[in-house]
């Protein structure tokens, strides 16, 4: 009984779940460095299963933390503008990259959305589901904006795009060693254009350079997608 | 530090209102993000301040997403029914377009150095 009331009253304002993203995100930052840094558990990840543990066991309920979270979430406005200041700091290596990046992002970033919608619709996948997976690759705010557009569900397109960000983080780590590519620049773009926020934050990681180019893809393929994909989806 | 975190918050703003105005389907984060960058390239120099708000706000970038990722743990019950149409479109589709990314990069980075590049 006095349990319950004691989770009413720390659930009553926002802080609970403020210290719960706080605690999961530095535990998260010393398991990463603890276990050397594994690339297949980036520390986000790390953060987000320990947060859904706790939320899930303690009977706080996702809702519940992520309204109380939302004093934090606010913050991603600024900080996308505040991407602009790297951006601006190394302008220099984008206006060496200039032509390389011109010819890569358009035909990129229509196949980012074109694979994923040709293997869902050999699957079978409905006209909703379709909608809803098209601007997966594409920043939160703006994929939503897509998503109502084109007739998908805003809550799946979310949950692919989170999915798509993990991934997107994950797999340009291991295809970079793969292909031997060892450039910031290449590895930064490749993450902002596929993995959004997730993968600009990845990028951030690695080198200001990367997180500079990773701003970059993910600005270019959200106003790239924006403009593009209701175009295309109203002739199709 | 304030001065820059204002700075920010403005042109956030100034992003939203023009998106709104204009009518644009970016969100006015991006929006106000390319301002700053053309402003800057403008003006030519960044202040203290704002490179120190823009640094401090990155670097807890990752903590301000991580609400959101949790997400993914409890929309399973969404995808009922497609959850596997769902997941392997997603890891397949941003396997195969990784790798475009990057061999694409590689090739265009490559052919623009060997072009001579005197930047």
């Known amino acids: 009984m006095t349990e319950t009331n004691a989770l009413t009253v720390l659930t009553a304002g926002p802080m609970l779940s403020v210290a719960l993203t706080l605690g999961a995100f530095i535990a998260a930052q010393w398991l990463f460095s603890r276990f050397r840094k594994p690339l297949w558990m980036p520390p986000v990840l790390i953060a987000a299963v320990l947060l859904a543990v706790v939320v899930a066991i303690s009977g706080l309920g996702f809702d519940r933390y992520y309204n109380g979270a939302a004093w934090l979430t606010v913050l991603l406005g600024p900080t996308t503008v505040a991407l602009g200041v790297p951006l601006y700091q190394q302008m220099h290596h984008i206006r060496a990259l200039w032509k390389p990046i011109v010819m890569t992002l358009p035909l990129a970033a229509t196949l980012a959305a074109v694979y994923a919608l040709g293997i869902a619709w050999l699957m079978g996948a409905t006209p909703l589901v379709l909608a809803s997976l098209a601007p997966k690759s594409v920043t939160a705010p703006i994929a939503m904006g897509i998503a109502e557009q084109v007739g998908g569900s805003v809550s799946l397109t979310l949950g692919a795009l989170l999915i798509t960000g993990v991934l997107a983080s994950l797999f340009v780590d291991w295809m970079a060693r793969w292909l031997k590519i060892k450039d910031d620049r290449i590895i930064g773009f490749a993450l902002g254009l596929n993995g959004h926020a997730i993968g600009t934050a990845r990028a951030f990681e690695i080198s200001p350079m990367a997180g500079a180019f990773a701003s970059l893809g993910m600005g270019l393929t959200g106003v790239f997608t924006a403009l593009i994909l209701p175009l295309i989806w109203s002739l199709g | ?119």
């Open chain 2, 1 to 119: 530090m304030l001065r820059g975190f204002l700075v920010l918050v403005v042109f956030f703003l100034l992003g939203e209102a023009l998106r709104v105005m204009a009518g644009l389907p970016v969100s006015g984060g991006v929006l106000g993000m390319i301002m700053v960058t053309f402003t800057l390239m403008l003006r030519g120099k960044v202040s203290d301040e704002l490179a120190e708000a823009s640094r401090g706000l990155i670097s807890v970038l990752v903590l301000l997403i991580t609400p959101g990722v949790v997400g993914v743990f409890f929309i399973v019950d969404q995808f009922t029914g497609y959850w596997t149409t769902v997941v392997v479109a997603l890891v397949v589709g941003t396997l195969l377009s990784v790798f475009t990314t990057l061999v694409l990069m590689k090739k265009a980075a490559g052919t623009a150095e060997d072009g001579g590049d005197h930047d």
